[in-house]
T-cell receptor
Framework: DSGVTQTPKHLITATGQRVTLRCSPRSGDLSVYWYQQSLDQGLQFLIQ???????AKGNILERFSAQQFPDLHSELNLSSLELGDSALYFC???????????FGQGTRLTVV | GQSLEQPSEVTAVEGAIVQINCTYQTSGFYGLSWYQQHDGGAPTFLSY????GLEETGRFSSFLSRSDSYGYLLLQELQMKDSASYFCAVHYGQNFVFGPGTRLSVLP
């Protein structure tokens, strides 16, 4: 158990819909990262937050947004969903000075 | 920008030694790390090289050469449970950029 919790584990929704994925980082970790992993693909960096503020942005679509709340949990919002958005979405956290990232078990999103 | 390359697949037999290479083109970074991911599972940290040279952690070792823009993960005494995908990642301060991953298949 990495200490990072993601909910839900699975999500099936229709095209055009909007979903919210939730991540609770390890206790004490200030940085949260979101990654997208399509089938048999690598980890595509989406966005990073540190202590509530956006720190870095990767290849995140305009239809996607995220935020980190005062209690440090983070949410990734995906809207106007398309079939191609079907993927595993991982959240990871670090202390901010650590070299190791701890990943949650991911949310498997299926858009039908 | 950052660009990393890894072989897409590697196959080896139980008990053997395998090396997974990672080459990169980047303007500068703090270190190189390696992660293991079993099918359907979360990536888990294996090792980190902040400096050039070899880092050893049990059966796994990782190497970095900044002058050659190259690193590798060495897995010894391969076991069936080592069948997984392996990702290298470069560190930019608090950010990580992952390579495309190498799928390792260990055969009996």
């Amino acid at each position: 158990d990495s200490g990072v919790t993601q909910t839900p584990k699975h999500l099936i929704t229709a095209t055009g819909q909007r979903v919210t994925l939730r991540c609770s980082p390890r206790s004490g970790d200030l940085s949260v990262y979101w990654y997208q992993q399509s089938l048999d693909q690598g980890l595509q960096f989406l966005i990073q937050y540190y202590n509530g503020e956006e720190r870095a942005k990767g290849n995140i679509l305009e239809r996607f947004s995220a935020q980190q709340f005062p209690d440090l949990h983070s949410e990734l919002n995906l809207s106007s969903l398309e079939l191609g958005d079907s993927a595993l979405y991982f959240c990871a956290s670090t202390t901010g000075v650590n070299t190791e990232a701890f990943f949650g078990q991911g949310t498997r999103l299926t858009v039908v | 920008g950052q660009s990393l390359e890894q072989p897409s697949e590697v196959t080896a037999v139980e008990g053997a030694i395998v090396q997974i290479n990672c080459t990169y083109q980047t303007s500068g970074f703090y270190g190189l790390s390696w992660y293991q991911q079993h099918d359907g599972g979360a990536p888990t940290f294996l090792s980190y090289n902040a400096l050039d040279g070899l880092e050893e952690t049990g059966r796994f070792s990782s190497f970095l050469s900044r002058s050659d823009s190259y690193g590798y993960l060495l897995l010894q005494e391969l076991q069936m449970k080592d069948s997984a995908s392996y990702f290298c990642a470069v560190h930019y301060g608090q950010n990580f950029v992952f390579g495309p991953g190498t799928r390792l298949s260990v055969l009996p």
